[in-house]
């Protein structure tokens, strides 16, 4: 078995980090490395916008319509 971690379980490899960056300044790119879900995603843009769970759901939604997780 390899040790090596394989970048599948981050929804944030590569590009799809770098556009989230760019979309929420206020999440850390240590934030992202983080992020393994879009639920946690939600719960991440809530906390760091203080925005009604509704509203950061919704964000997120619509920022990841053309992308593939």
Do not use: C
């Not at 995603?41 to 203080?50: F, G, T």
């Amino acid at each position: 078995m390899s040790n090596i971690k394989n970048n599948d379980d981050n929804i944030f490899a590569g590009r799809h980090m770098r556009d989230a960056q760019a979309k929420w300044d206020r999440l850390s790119m240590s934030d992202l490395a983080e992020i393994k879900t879009k639920a946690q995603l939600i719960a991440r843009v809530e906390e760091r916008y203080v925005l009604p769970h509704e509203v950061a759901a919704q964000d997120v939604e619509i920022w990841g319509l053309n992308r593939r997780f």
